[in-house]
C-alpha cells in the first residue's frame, strides 16, 4: 500500500481529498478571530498567512518553524501571535487541528512534519533576536521534532533556510519544484530533505553554532545495538535489522518519536510503542508472536528491540506465488497452501481472544512465513484490550472493519478479509461497497478450489449476515461445475460488457458527470490524490478536468459546456509553478481545449506555455519535451504556424541531443535515463521520434527511437513465464504507464517502419504480459484498462474485450450506475490515468470507431507507415 493515500480518505468516504481542498477548518483556533488592525489574512492550501498590510519581505532566507502538540497548539499559536504582530513579523500557521493531526500522523510526509507555525524575519538581524525571544516565551512547551531544521535550544523552536516567495525552476529530472536563487542569480531547487540541509552559497549565522554542534554530538556509539540495515521510516520513527552486541542475538528494532507518528486519536509513536511492549509480554505464552527482547530509550526516542524473524511478508509471498498473474503456478497447491497460512493465522488470533485481547492490525504485511511455513505476527502498537470496545486507531483499509464492529468482531472481519484477499487481493474495495464481497467470493471460486463454505463464512462476516442469509455464493468442490453458477449468483452487480455499448458509455458517463464539483476551484472531477500536487493538478490530462473531457469527447458520449468553461477558466490566467507537459500540465489542456472547438483559447495558451523555460524540461512524454514535441508538431499540421514546427524540431534536437547511446544508460536507476515505459521513459521518447519520423522522413529519427526502445528494454526483466516487466528493483511492471506494455506499444509502432528481430522477440514477450486474469487496479496507466488499451491498438479486438469484461471485478456502484476505484483502490476516481474515464477511454478503444490515445495515430501531413505487424503473441 502506499501510505500517501489514507491520508486523503479523511475527508469524504467515496472520493480522494484534501482536507486543504475541502470546507474551511471546522473549528479553527480561537486565537485567529482576535482582531488585528493593521493585518491581513489569506488562506492558502494548508495554511493561514498574517501579514502586515504593505508590508514585504525578501524572497528567501532563514525562516523559523514553531512545533506544537494537538493539546498546546492553541497556547503556542497565542504566544506566537502576540509575539510577531506588535513587531511586523508575517507568520503562517496550519489551519486547524485536523490539519495539525494529519501533519504529523504516521504517514504524513517526514519532512514536512511538526511544522504548526512558520515566522518570517526579515534580515539575520530580526532572525537572531526573534529565535532567541520566541525560545524563551515558548520554553516548557513541547512538540514534534521538525527533522528538516535545526533545532534551537530544547524546544520546539526550529530553523531552515529556504524561500519565502513562491518561486519554481526545473529540477534535475525536468520536475517543476519550488525554487530559491544561488550566489549566481540562477534558481535551483529549494530541498525539502528530512534532514537539515545548508545550501553551499549561505553561511551559517554565528549564533546558531552552538545548536549545530549540540545536533552532531549525538552518536549511537554508546548503544549495545549494532544498525545493520534500514527496513522503513515513518513519521513515527524508524525500523530497523540490528544485532545486539552484548549477546549476538538478531533483532529489530522499533523507533518512536515522542509527539510525532499521531494516530486518529492522536496517540503519538512512543504511547503506541509501549503500548506494544507490554502486550506482547502479557501474550508471551501465545504461539506464532513476535518476542520482546529489550526496551530502552535513546536520544529522546523510545526503542524496543523484538527478536528477529526469519520469513518473508505475506504480501511478498502471495505476488510471487499468485496463479492468476504466474499462469504456470498449480492452483491446487497454492490453494493448499494458503488455507494453511490462513489457518494459523486464525489459531493465533483465537490465542490472543483468550487472553482478552483485541489485535486490530491484521493485514498481510504484518504476517511473517518462515521458510518451513510458519506464521508469526508481527506490529501490537494498536491492540488493546476487548473490554476497552474502542475501534483500532491504525488500520490497513483493506482489512479494516466498519464502525459497526467494534472488540473481537475488529479481528474477525480482517480475518474474513483476508480469506478472500489471499486469493483475489480486492479487499481494499470492501469500503466502498461491502455487497462486493459476494462477487469476489465468485470469482475465487472460479479459479480455486476453495471449499464453498469457507466463502459463505467469509462473505457473511464482511456483511455482518449469517451464512444462510448470505446464500452460498461459490458452487460445487470443483472449478468445472462452479463456473456457470458464479457467473449468475449476483444478478445485481455491476457488469461490464463491451457488446453493450453505448449504453455502457452512457453508465460511466452518467458517473463521470454525476461526481462533478464544478463549485470547486482546484478540481471540477474526483481522482487521484496528484490531483492536489500544486495549484493545476486538477485541470490536466491525466488526473484532471482535460482527461476526463478528452475521455467523455473521444469516447462520443459528448460534454457538458459548463464544464468545458470551467476548465477555460482556469486555465486563462495559469497560477505560478503550473507545470508545462503534455500530460501533467497546460499542453495537454491547450490540446483538449482546441479538440473541443476552442481554438482561440487553446493557442493563447501554448504560446503562454512558449514563453517559459520549456527547454529546461525532461524528456520524457508525460512532463517533458516528447510530448511537448508532438503537441506542437499537431498544431503546426492543425494551424500552419511555423513557428510551433520549429519548436517542435528544436524540442526533438534537445531529445536526441541527451539520448546517448543504449551502452550509457545504468541498468535500474541513475544516469540521465533513470526510468523506464511509455510516460516517463525510453518509450514515450521513441514514439515521438516515431511521429517526427513520419513527418520528415530523416531516418536518424528510427535509429534514436530504436536506441531509446533498447535503453528502455534494459530496464526490464524477463520472468519464469517468459514475459518481459519493468525492474524498479524492488517490484517488477508490466503496465501502460511504468511498465511493459506502454514499452510495446512504441515496440509495436516501430515495428511498423523498420523490422528488427531482437525488438520483434521483445515485443512477443511483452504481449504476454496482457494475457494474465489479475490485475490488482482497474486504471490506465497501471492496471487493466491499460491492457485492453494496449490490445485494441494491436487490433487484437477480441482479446481486448475479453480483458474489459473482467474489468467487472473493480466496477461498484455509484448513483445507480457504475464507477471504479483509483490507486489503491481506497476511493473512486473519475480521472483518465487512474479511475472511470480511463475505463470508459479503454471500453470505447475496442469498439469500431474506437480512438487510441493522443499521438498514437500519424500526426497531421505524415507519410503512413508500412504494414503492421501480425496480432497474436
Known sequence: MDERYDSYCAVDPLFYDSLASSAAEAPGYLTDRRPAPGWERESKDDWLIHAPIGGSLPPQGWKIHVSARLDNAERVLARVMDYCQPRGIPFKHLRGPRMLLMRNSKYARRAASGKFITVYPRDDAELELTAKELAALLDGETGPYILSDLRYGDGPVYLRYGGFAARYCLSPEGQVVPAIEDATGTLVPDRRDPVFHVPDWVTLPDFLAPHLAARNAATTTDLPYRIDKVIHFSNGGGLYEARDTRTGDRVVLKEARPHAGLDATGADAVTRLRREAETLRRLADVPHLVRVHDEFSFGGHEFLALAFVAGRPLNQLVVERYPLVHLDADPDAYTRWALEVHRQVAEAVEAIHAHGVVYGDLHMFNIMVGDDGDVTLIDFEVATPAAAATRPALRNQAFAAPRDRTGFEVDRYALACLRLALFLPLTAMLRLAPEKAAHLAEVVAEHFPVPPDLLDEAVAVILGRTATEVGTPAGTETRTGTEARA??????????????????????????????????????????????????????????????????????????????????????????????????????????????????????????????????????????????????????????????????????????????????????????????????????????????????????????????????????????????????????????????????????????????????????????????????????????????????????????????????????????????????????????????????????????AGTGLPFLSPLPGATPAGPTPPAGG
Open 487 to 848: 457467473v449468475d449468483r449476483c444478478p445485481d452487480r455491476p457488469r461490464i460488457d463491451p457488446d453493450d455499448w453505448p449504453a455502457l458509455r452512457d453508465r460511466l458517463a452518467t458517473a463521470i458527470t454525476a461526481s462533478a464539483t464544478p463549485h470547486r476551484d482546484d478540481r471540477l472531477f474526483p481522482g487521484d490524490i496528484r490531483q492536489f500536487a500544486g495549484a493545476d493538478g486538477g485541470l490536466n490530462l491525466a488526473h484532471g478536468a482535460a482527461g476526463v473531457l478528452w475521455a467523455l469527447h473521444a469516447s462520443g458520449a459528448g460534454t457538458d459546456p459548463r464544464h468545458e468553461q470551467w476548465l477555460l477558466d482556469r486555465v486563462r490566467e495559469p497560477a505560478s509553478g503550473s507545470r508545462l507537459g503534455f500530460y501533467d500540465g497546460l499542453h495537454g489542456v491547450a490540446y483538449v481545449l482546441d479538440l473541443l472547438g476552442h481554438r482561440t483559447e487553446a493557442v493563447r495558451l501554448l504560446d503562454r506555455c512558449l514563453d517559459e523555460p520549456w527547454t529546461e524540461l525532461g524528456d520524457d512524454l508525460m512532463s517533458g519535451l516528447s510530448g511537448v514535441a508532438l503537441n506542437l508538431a499537431h498544431f503546426a499540421g492543425r494551424t500552419g504556424d511555423g513557428r510551433y514546427a520549429d519548436a517542435a524540431r528544436r524540442a526533438v534536437d534537445l531529445v536526441v541531443g541527451r539520448l546517448g547511446d543504449v551502452e550509457s544508460v545504468a541498468e535500474i536507476s541513475g544516469g540521465r535515463h533513470p526510468y523506464a515505459g511509455l510516460f516517463r521513459g525510453g518509450a514515450g521518447v521513441a514514439l515521438m521520434l516515431l511521429r517526427m519520423y513520419e513527418l520528415d522522413q530523416d531516418p536518424s529519427l528510427l535509429e534514436h527511437a530504436a536506441t531509446a526502445l533498447r535503453q528502455d528494454l534494459r530496464r526490464c526483466v524477463r520472468r519464469d513465464a517468459g514475459h518481459l516487466e519493468v525492474n524498479e528493483g524492488w517490484r517488477t511492471m508490466p503496465y501502460l504507464g511504468e511498465g511493459s506494455v506502454g514499452i510495446g506499444l512504441a515496440l509495436d509502432q516501430y515495428l511498423r517502419h523498420r523490422d528488427d528481430e531482437d525488438l520483434r522477440a521483445a515485443a512477443e514477450a511483452i504481449r504476454r504480459c496482457a494475457d494474465f486474469p489479475f490485475y490488482a487496479q482497474s486504471g490506465l496507466y497501471a492496471g487493466r484498462a491499460g491492457m485492453v488499451t494496449y490490445l485494441a491498438a494491436r487490433d487484437e479486438v477480441e482479446a481486448a474485450r475479453r480483458q474489459a469484461r473482467l474489468l467487472s471485478w473493480h466496477a461498484l456502484p455509484f448513483r445507480g450506475v457504475i464507477a471504479f476505484p483509483g490507486d489503491q483502490l481506497l476511493r473512486l476516481s473519475m480521472d483518465l490515468a487512474t479511475g472511470t474515464a480511463g475505463v470508459l477511454h479503454a471500453v470505447a478503444s475496442t469498439q469500431p
